[in-house]
Nanobody, 123 residues
Framework: QVQLVESGGGLVQAGGSLRLSCAAS????????MAWYRQAPGKQRELVAS???????NYADSVKGRFTISRDDAKNTMYLQMNNLKPEDTAVYYC?????????????????WGQGTQVTVSS
């Protein structure tokens, strides 16, 4: 069984920084695509940033130049460094990953989600 656990959220003033972590655990063979999403109250969940195994990255226009996504495959962990935070960044942040496990001696890829971590930016 695979679990994704986010940490690092909290309350910060506008202009401040936070670093989110997403740790994957369980019977993991490999991790492919990883991403951060966020969902603000009354809004749809949106992609914030993504990173592939070969470190290709993609960012939402609203966070470009302020957020940096990274991953440490030795630790099965992904990070999101968030600088110059704005009140509109307030949301629950979720990590997402495509992870391979062995099931009945067959390599199986599945999509997993964390439970979310709250980020609140005050003005």
């Amino acid at each position: 069984q695979v679990q994704l656990v986010e940490s690092g959220g909290g309350l910060v003033q506008a202009g401040g920084s936070l670093r989110l972590s997403c740790a994957a655990s369980g019977s993991i063979v490999a991790i492919n695509f990883m991403a951060w999403y966020r969902q603000a109250p009354g809004k749809q969940r949106e992609l914030v940033a993504s990173i592939t195994r070969v470190r290709n990255t993609n960012y939402a226009d609203s966070v470009k130049g302020r957020f940096t996504i990274s991953r440490d495959d030795a630790k099965n962990t992904m990070y999101l460094q968030m600088n110059n935070l704005k009140p509109e960044d307030t949301a629950v942040y979720y990590c997402n990953a495509v992870i391979a496990t062995m099931r009945s001696m067959k390599l199986t890829w599945n999509d997993y989600w964390g439970q979310g971590t709250q980020v609140t930016v005050s003005s």
